[in-house]
């Protein structure tokens, strides 16, 4: 059973990353012709970073969350999501001995990994072919905005951490 502190994180966290989910509907995105998948440039830190913050249920309910804000078809965020967690577990011991490029480059191939599977479930989903040129500009984008979520997840991180401090005095 959760006590009033997990509670508590836990909606910090959901809050956070939902916040990232509505970062995507912008309008100034559909100037720029490419949305940021931040909330998998997040989810790729804490599960690398912060396993302890990284739920089978938060996937699912950041999922369906992302399905519908997004137009995208009902699973397809909650695919997404365990997959992220399923493979940057597989190698997360062995990136985070090497360091700030291992891990870097780490999340240069896995966005290009995760935007073609991404691409093929939609290609699936939607029944026909997807033009496979409209995933170079989001994985350019993810790659461009790694560095500037890095410093925003370890801030959210930090306030996580910090809140039984402040709660209880």
Known sequence: ???????????????FLSSLILLGVLPFWKKLGVVPNFLSIVIYLWTLYRPDLMSRRIFIILGICRDATMGYPLGVGII?????SCVVSLFRRHVLEKGFWAVFLGFML????NTLLFWGVLTLAKGGMLPLSRIIRPILANI???????IVSLKIQRLIDQYPKKAFG
Do not use: Q
């Not at 461009?144 to 890095?150: D, N």
């Open 144 to 150: 461009l905005f790694y560095p500037i979520m890095s």
């Open 1 to 15: 059973m959760m006590n009033i502190v997990n509670i508590r994180k836990c909606f910090i966290e959901f809050c």
């Open 110 to 113: 896995f966005t290009v990994m």
């Open 80 to 84: 997404e999501l365990m997959m992220i």
